[in-house]
């Protein structure tokens, strides 16, 4: 089950820059809600409440429930604009979601058991090529990780997207389930060694 948060919101009338610039500087944080075939709603939130939320994990594949004047709204965070020197958040996309909606997500990825690696245990490198994965899930059942085990793996034993366990009814975003996630490599000093026989 995706896990949940909630928010409150307050109804904004105007729309465009000036609009946004004029909600920030009244210290609240422009946002949209849009899809399932309903009116945009404009709205501001707290700042403050909105970027504790943005610093914890799975901040992408979490739903967030925005109450807006006493409707409750569920939703997930489609767009993230931010300041380009400061990195606070400057407006926030949601996207409107029921527990039918289909979404392409990007779920980070976990590798468990690295006491149980051989080649990690002697010395190895697990070398992580791509640290999350998309996929295409039910809102309600986006994963907050998707595991590797690394029980038993040994030096040059690449991962690739096939050894992925996804949950019942969501598949890879991506055709090409032959690429590499990670690998683990030998040390330097075990390399070094090998070259120099």
């Not at 000036?18 to 944080?29: I, K, W």
């Not at 404009?42 to 409707?71: H, Q, W």
């Amino acid at each position: 089950m995706t896990e949940s948060t909630n928010l409150t919101a307050f109804a904004r009338l105007k729309a465009g820059k000036g609009a946004s610039r004029e909600e920030r500087r009244q210290n609240r944080l422009p946002a949209v809600i849009y899809g399932n075939g309903e009116t945009p709603d404009l709205i501001s939130l707290c700042p403050r409440e909105f970027t504790k939320e943005m610093y914890k994990a799975g901040f992408y594949t979490r739903l967030f429930n925005i109450d807006v004047n006493g409707k409750s709204q569920q939703t997930i965070v489609k767009a993230l604009q931010l300041h380009p020197v400061s990195d606070k958040a400057i407006h926030v996309d949601f996207l409107r979601v029921t527990s039918k909606t289909m979404v392409t997500v990007s779920v980070p990825i976990k590798f468990i058991n690295d006491t149980l690696s051989p080649g990690l245990k002697r010395g190895g490198v697990l070398n992580v090529v791509h640290h999350e994965i998309r996929i295409v899930c039910r809102a309600d059942a986006i994963p907050h990780s998707l595991d590797i085990d690394l029980t038993g793996v040994e030096f040059g034993h690449a991962f690739h997207l096939d050894v992925i366990q996804l949950p019942e009814g969501a598949k890879l975003a991506s055709a090409d389930k032959g690429y590499t996630i990670a690998t683990i490599l030998a040390p330097k000093v075990e390399a070094a060694a090998a070259e120099t026989k």
